[in-house]
């Protein structure tokens, strides 16, 4: 069993940090992250815009899938219009 780490630790195992990069890489390889980019340059994103999860913060795994949920389900909120009426990924969100 792994022991407990602390809220400042940091995730040390390659195959744990593999894994969390490739579910944010799939996160980034959508349409809604490519306009949310485009329209929201970085110096003007707000704490209530979508935010990367840092993979390499200690998080129990539970805790991380959490964390790339929210995130996927916010990026979605910047879908492009048309999937709003033909797809099945969300909803498009005026920014």
Known sequence: ERPKLAMNERETD???LEQRRKL???G???RGYDRYTQLVPREKRR???PQTPDVT???SKRQFDGLVR???RRLHEWDPPD???GGSE???RNP
């Open 24 to 26: 944010i890489r799939n």
């Open 57 to 59: 913060m200690a998080y």
């Open 28 to 30: 980034k390889n959508t």
């Open 70 to 72: 929210a995130w996927r």
């Open 14 to 16: 390659a195959h744990r």
């Open 47 to 49: 704490r209530s815009d």
């Open 90 to 92: 969300g909803v498009a």
């Open 83 to 85: 999937l709003k009426d």
